[in-house]
């Protein structure tokens, strides 16, 4: 009987424990270790933030779903690796500690055979000063739930005749997931023109991205009614239309109350006041600890410096000019214990997609990639189809490949709610990261890369919270949807 072991119940790691258990059935065993008693639709938390959906509506507990499966569940977070065993345990295990009210501070060894590590990004709120206490987040239900109240707040104000000025974006010069925020800004934006308040609104847009639309993907060329359209004008063209002003090229790097510093890449150093924000903090990795077998700390070996999970990418540093879409992971191995996998956003990309950009004073400022929830989703699969494959046959071999160079996605951008006049912004890529050998004239297929803003991609957008939900509860069938 072989043992597998899964950090993280997001979209990444629950996809892998769905699957490992459809796979090895009740012949081995699977175990899941996840600190949140909910499994949540991280993607509709917009809605949660704009009031439009409540957080049980993205939300649902875990431990009945992983009952009904055959998964073992412990609510509790991954502390350290220990890949080799120690003087006592022979195999690898991890140390964990229990966050459920009922074992709370209790500490186990989870020993496994093979090790999924999902632990998703750590919100680095602490890498921009007051950007925890002085603005919002839509990362989880409950930010987002919270966002939610601050913003009725100014709503309320401007019913009252009260000008207010919106602020939403990046929090840090090296932040990701443009598109959530990009989202947000999008919802406002309409909410508050169906409430005839658009007068009294200053929206605003702040990124560091070098042009608007590069969304950590180094920005794309999109076939749009039939004409190949830079991301950058499809981008500032959707936020004319919406009435918001955008700040570009700028690192965010402290907040106080209604006030945001920034410095740009000029170097010049700016502020904006504001009386609602939503800022992206920065990710980095969970902050696991490894262990080698006498003890060491063997932590700068397992993961990069951002703390996320070296995997089978060439890490080599290199210039901008020399980088190669055959640099990026294609089946998420760890290279120094072969039975351990990151899957999701726990892995360290080899570098961005988007060009390193410095300012003046030596402040970086550029997108780090973006790992939206299909590759994440798609990548849980295929760790946990090779797991499987191994454990049945004994053999070493991955037959299953998901390189985020050749995969495509997909993301919906929810412009506006609503069944008639709701809206959402379309945009699929192939592959995700650019291949300028392969595609030397636009860096992706531009049959397969394609922007398109309307009613339909809203209804697709809703569709898809409905069917995701259904297949993250396991609901029958649930495999035949993809990810
Ligand atoms: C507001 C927002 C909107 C988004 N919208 C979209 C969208 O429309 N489309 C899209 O494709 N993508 C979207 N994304 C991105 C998408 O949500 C992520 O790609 C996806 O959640 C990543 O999955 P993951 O499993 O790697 O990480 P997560 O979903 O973050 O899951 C990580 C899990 O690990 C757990 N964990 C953390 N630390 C530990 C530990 N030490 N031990 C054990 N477990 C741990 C966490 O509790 C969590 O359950 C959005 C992201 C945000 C923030």
Redesign the pocket.
């Known amino acids: 009987m072989a043992k597998v072991l899964v ?9 892998a424990v769905s699957y490992l258990n459809k796979y090895l059935g009740k012949k081995h065993e699977v175990v899941m ?4 008693s909910n ?2 639709w ?5 809605w949660v ?1 704009v009031g439009l959906m409540k957080p049980d509506q993205v939300k649902f507990k875990l431990a009945p779903i992983y009952k009904k499966l055959g998964i073992e569940y412990k609510q ?4 350290s690796l220990h890949p080799e065993g120690d003087a006592e345990i022979d195999s690898g295990y991890v140390s ?1 500690k229990y966050v459920s009210k009922e074992q709370e501070g209790e500490e186990e060894k989870v020993t496994y055979d093979y090790l999924v590590n ?5 919100l680095n709120f602490d890498a921009t000063k007051g950007l925890r206490e002085h603005s919002n ?4 239900y409950d930010h ?1 739930e919270h966002a939610w109240g601050n913003l009725q707040e100014a709503y309320k104000k401007m019913e009252n005749g009260e000008k207010q000025t919106f602020l939403i974006g990046t929090g840090h010069g090296l932040a990701t ?1 443009q ?3 990009f ?2 800004v999008l919802n406002i934006a309409f909410e508050v023109h169906k409430r005839k308040l658009s007068h009294l609104a200053d929206i605003w847009w702040i990124s560091n991205e070098y042009e608007l639309g590069d969304f950590g993907m180094g920005g794309a060329y999109v076939k749009r009614n039939g004409y190949v359209t830079p991301t950058k004008i499809f981008t500032e063209s959707i936020l004319k239309e919406y009435g918001i002003r955008w700040i570009k090229r700028a690192a965010v790097q402290k907040l106080e109350t209604g006030k945001v510093y920034y410095e740009n890449l000029r170097g010049e150093k700016h502020t904006k006041e504001f009386d609602f924000s939503m800022l ?1 903090p920065g990710f980095a990795g ?3 600890k490894a262990f080698a077998k006498d003890g060491s700390d063997i932590s700068d070996k397992i993961f990069a410096a951002n703390t996320m999970m070296k995997v089978d990418a060439d890490y080599t540093p290199k210039p901008y000019e020399e980088w190669s879409a055959r640099d990026w992971p294609k089946i998420y191995q760890n290279g120094d214990y072969s039975n351990m996998y990151a ?4 892995f360290a990309p080899p570098h961005t997609m988007s060009k390193p950009m410095t300012s003046p004073n030596g402040t970086k400022i550029f997108p780090t990639p ?8 798609v ?2 699969k295929i760790v946990a189809q090779n797991i499987a494959h191994q454990i049945k046959t004994g053999k070493k071999d991955h037959p299953h490949e998901a390189s985020m160079a050749t995969m495509g ?6 412009a506006g709610y609503g069944l008639f006049k709701g809206k959402a912004a379309v945009m699929t890529v192939r592959p995700i990261v650019q291949d300028w050998e392969k595609y030397p004239k636009w860096g992706r297929s531009i049959k397969d890369t394609v922007g398109v803003v309307g009613t339909a991609g809203h209804w697709m ?1 809703l569709f ?1 919270h409905y069917m995701f939900l259904y297949k993250a509860k396991a609901k029958p069938l649930w495999w035949l949807i993809p990810e």
Do not use: D, W
């Open positions: 950090l993280g119940a997001g979209i990444s790691g629950h996809t270790v996840s600190p949140n499994f949540q991280v993607p509709s938390n917009i933030g509790a977070l991954g502390v964990i999902a632990t998703g990004p750590k987040s839509v990362c989880t987002a997931c598109g959530a925020a989202e947000y992206i969970v902050g696991l899957s999701g956003i726990a973006p790992r939206t929830g299909m590759p994440s989703g990548i849980g996605a997909a993301c919906i951008v929810s957008k898809m």
